[in-house]
């Protein structure tokens, strides 16, 4: 805008910024929302598999953390067996290896080339991070599905399968 009124410039940089805040928020609400839909399968196996499988199970809710019911129902799911068939449980464990593997290997590979064209080594940190944070956490989420869902078709498979024959 060149030649033109200051203050015009002004509010047109503003009126473009405010808009590209407001698709960036927009971009990370629905990431957010996706990345929490993906997450049920993986907090609902890290709740049954850590010590800390009640905390998890609680996360998220309202009101207070400790009730003595919820504690004695805690309690009472650890002991019980798992509902879940073993071909699920392989699956999502095998999906989730195999989903954050790219993540982990672009981390690695990030952080040596950057090292390599002679960069600080807070730079190789951040290209790490960002292979962990980006591609492994999402590549983990996926795979973790996409594992179960598959553990689950062969389970449905194999038992009908026997119920045939």
Do not use: C, K
């Not at 067996?81 to 999906?95: D, I, L, N, T, Y």
């Amino acid at each position: 805008m060149e030649g033109g009124n200051t203050l015009v410039d002004w509010i047109s940089y503003g009126i473009l910024g405010f808009v590209l805040f407001a698709l960036a928020v927009l971009v990370l609400r629905s990431a957010w929302f996706f990345l929490s839909l993906l997450a049920i399968p993986l907090t609902d196996t890290l709740a049954r598999r850590t010590r800390l499988g009640g905390a998890i199970r609680r996360w998220g809710e309202r009101g207070a953390p400790v009730d003595p019911r919820m504690a004695a129902s805690d309690v009472a799911h650890e002991v019980a067996p798992s509902q879940v068939p073993r071909r699920v449980r392989v699956g999502a464990g095998v999906g989730a290896v195999l989903g954050a593997l790219p993540g982990v290997w672009f981390a690695i590979r990030g952080a040596t080339l950057t090292l390599q064209r002679g960069e600080t080594v807070m730079n190789a940190l951040a290209q790490a991070a960002l292979g962990i944070g980006l591609v492994a956490s999402a590549g983990l989420l996926v795979g973790t599905a996409l594992g179960a869902g598959l553990g689950l078709a062969l389970e449905a498979f194999s038992s009908r399968r026997s119920s045939a024959g």
